[in-house]
Structures are given as structure tokens and as C-alpha cells.
């Protein structure tokens, strides 16, 4: 009838209009019960993008970081992680190292300290020692059999580890009291300490039957930290207000080892040995300091700091001239009693083995050896044994 209101009519489902109501109620509240379109999303596209794009970074990253550990536990390039970083510095203090009066002037002089000492009223009797602490390599690489000492150099500044070995007969009480010939190892640039002893130069296992045998010099080795300035090689040189290299590897770590080991003291005794920039450094440091080394070995070393594009000798026009050793060699004020065995293929240190040969006069004695293997730890590795050969020919056991 006109004017009479109608009830609502129910819902198909059965359900009644209040609950329908509510229920209609509820949902347009919350919008919980129906799914929100993906127009209504439009975060997810991107959320999606760049989680998808976070795991191909996260896969590539741990597999370049995997290569990493790998082909640097091959080839010992880096130390720690602040070696490839380049963000490590082991420069403590550069000071203005004392005169250099050879390792009899370092004995001269801590003789002399211990003579004053005794006349204050010291018991000492010899030259004072200073004694390291040495602990377990922090590199697994390295047999158990090396000694690791964290020195902090007194005349460079530098602060850095030293790996040392001793020779079979060290402990035989047959050699109770006797004293040993020492050989610094260089790697080179980038380079760690451990190279030396681990797989990549297999020193200690290629030489410890030979020296058992007799066929080779029962020397102490010595393999001091070379890299100190992060990314840049310091050219094993002393460069005011940078670092003391040269000093350290020198002064510092040959005087920790005498003082803390039962090796000669007299430079006739002493040598050095290295590969790529720290070929470069064992013929430099030879060549100048024949009051502290009597022979090194260079394999694929080179003259002109140059060689290695970062090293800091060659930012600087007079530092990249002294410190070439075919300039410290050609103007020594009298020819050095020093033996060079250097190594090198054409185009690669050849060349330059030659020519510091040319200009060598008597006493010193310049071996030039061509190879043919490339820039590489394993063209150096198999030249470990003839070299330490030709090193027992120039310092004999004894």
C-alpha cells in the first residue's frame, strides 16, 4: 500500500541483514577480508627488485672473496686484510736514524754500552741483549717449526712481524755454543711475510734436507714484514718524514735476531735474498751496506725503482737515482766486497743483471742467470735450492 515501509529483503546466503551489516561494517573498517590488489601495492615491484638484486651482490661478493682466499693462500700476497685494504701502517715514527757504522759498529757500540755499564756498577760482562718475545706465525700457511716476533724497530720506528727459522743443527748439542750465518728473505710488492715459508716458496722444506745432507749452509732465515705503507711500496729505502725501511731491514731486524738468537755477527756472514720488488731491495741493500752483508740473490729484480709502479724512491727524481743499485754501485767510494746472484729473463731483469755486471769491478762479483718463466712465485720457487747452493759457495758452514 502507498505509504507502507517494506523490510529489506535477506541476503542470498541466508544470513541475516543485521549480521550482513555488521559483517559489511567490519570489513570496509579493516579491509581485511579481501585481498589488496597489486595496483594498490606498488612498493612491492621495487622491494622485490632489490632483494633480487642484494643476492646476485651477495653471491658475487663471497665468490670474489673466495677466489681472494684462495689465490692469496697460493701466493702469501697479503698478510691481513689491512694489506689489501691498504689501510694498514706500520710506520710508528719516522726519526733520523744514528750513523750506520756497520754490524762491527752495532757490536762496537753495544759493547761499549755494556763496558759503562759494568763500570756503574753492572754485573754485564757483553754486549747487552734485548730480548723478544716470539709466538706461534699468525698464518697458518707457515710450518710450526718458524718463531714470530711482533719487533718494534728502535732506530726505524717501524713496527712489524718477524719470521724466523733455525737451522737442524741449531739444537744438536753437537753444535752446543756454535754460532750461524743468517739470509733475509724479501718478498715482494704486494707480499707477505709468510710467502717465504709456506707453499708458495717452500723455503724451510726445500732446504732442511739439503742443510741435514751438508750440501747446503746451515743458515738461519729471516723473513721481516716489507710492506709498511699500505699501498705503496717503500722501495726498502730511508725517505725523510715517510719511513725508515731501509733502517728497518738493516738495523733493526738484523739486531733483534743477534740478540735474541746464536747468529754471527760479522757481515761476511750475512745475506739476503728476494724476489720481484724484493729483488730490487736485496741487491740495493747489498750493494750499500757491504759493512752488513757479504751476498743476495735477486730473481727478476730490476735497477730502476720504476719497476714497480708504486713505489715511493721513484715519485722523486733524486731518490729513484740513489736508490738504483747500478748507481750505488757505479759511485761506492771503493768497489763493495759484495756477491750478486741475479736472476731474470729478457725483458725482465735480464738486462739489468748485465749491465750490473758490466760495471762491477773486483772485488765485486756480479752471476748473471737468464730464465724464462714468467713474473710468478713459480718461476722463484724452483730457484731456491741452486740459489742457496751458490750462497754456501760465497759463506761456507763452518
Not at 750513523?99 to 754500552?113: N, S, V, Y
Not at 747446503?216 to 705503496?232: D, E, M, Q, Y
Request: net charge neutral; aromatic share 6%; charged share 15%.
Amino acid at each position: 500500500m502507498p505509504g507502507t515501509q517494506h523490510p529489506a529483503p535477506a541476503a542470498e546466503s541466508g544470513a541475516p541483514a543485521t549480521e550482513q551489516g555488521a559483517s559489511a561494517t567490519q570489513q570496509g573498517a579493516s579491509g581485511a577480508g579481501r585481498p589488496i590488489p597489486a595496483a594498490a601495492k606498488p612498493w612491492r615491484g621495487p622491494v622485490r627488485a632489490l632483494s633480487y638484486f642484494g643476492t646476485i651482490l651477495l653471491c658475487q661478493f663471497t665468490a670474489v672473496t673466495l677466489v681472494f682466499v684462495v689465490v692469496n693462500n697460493e701466493n702469501q700476497l697479503y698478510g691481513n686484510w689491512g694489506d689489501l685494504l691498504g689501510t694498514s701502517n706500520h710506520v710508528r715514527a719516522v726519526p733520523v736514524p744514528p750513523k750506520d757504522e756497520g754490524l762491527a759498529g752495532d757490536q762496537a757500540a753495544a759493547a761499549a754500552a755494556a763496558s759503562a755499564g759494568a763500570s756503574a756498577g753492572s754485573s754485564a760482562t757483553s754486549a747487552p741483549k734485548v730480548p723478544q718475545a716470539f709466538h706461534a706465525p699468525d698464518s697458518d700457511a707457515v710450518p710450526r717449526s718458524v718463531k714470530q716476533a711482533d719487533l718494534k724497530g728502535r732506530l726505524s720506528g717501524v713496527d712489524g712481524e718477524v719470521l724466523v727459522w733455525t737451522p737442524p743443527q741449531y739444537d744438536d748439542p753437537a753444535y752446543k755454543g756454535k754460532t750461524f750465518p743468517v739470509v733475509e728473505l724479501l718478498v715482494g710488492y704486494p707480499g707477505a711475510s709468510s710467502a717465504w715459508f709456506g707453499d708458495t716458496m717452500d723455503a724451510t722444506k726445500q732446504l732442511e734436507p739439503l742443510m741435514k745432507s751438508g750440501q747446503v749452509t746451515p743458515f738461519i732465515l729471516v723473513s721481516p714484514r716489507v710492506t709498511l705503507l699500505g699501498k705503496t711500496d717503500t722501495g726498502c729505502a730511508d725517505v725523510p718524514g715517510k719511513v725508515n725501511a731501509e733502517t728497518w731491514l738493516s738495523r733493526d731486524v738484523p739486531q733483534m735476531v743477534m740478540d735474541n738468537f746464536r747468529a754471527d755477527t760479522t757481515a761476511d756472514r750475512w745475506a739476503l735474498s728476494g724476489y720481484s720488488a724484493g729483488a730490487h731491495c736485496a741487491a740495493r741493500l747489498a750493494l750499500a751496506h757491504p759493512n752488513r752483508y757479504r751476498a743476495a740473490v735477486s730473481m727478476s729484480g730490476y735497477n730502476d725503482p720504476a719497476g714497480e709502479p708504486v713505489s715511493l724512491t721513484a715519485k722523486d727524481p733524486k731518490l729513484r737515482e740513489t736508490s738504483n743499485p747500478l748507481y750505488i754501485l757505479t759511485h761506492a767510494p771503493t768497489p763493495p766486497n759484495v756477491a750478486l746472484y741475479v736472476t731474470g729473463k729478457r725483458g725482465d731483469g735480464l738486462e739489468d743483471a748485465t749491465a750490473l755486471q758490466q760495471a762491477a769491478k773486483s772485488p765485486t762479483s756480479i752471476t748473471p742467470v737468464e730464465t724464462t718463466g714468467p713474473h710468478l712465485t713459480s718461476t722463484w720457487k724452483p730457484l731456491v735450492v741452486p740459489t742457496f747452493k751458490w750462497l754456501t759457495g760465497i759463506i761456507p758452514a763452518r
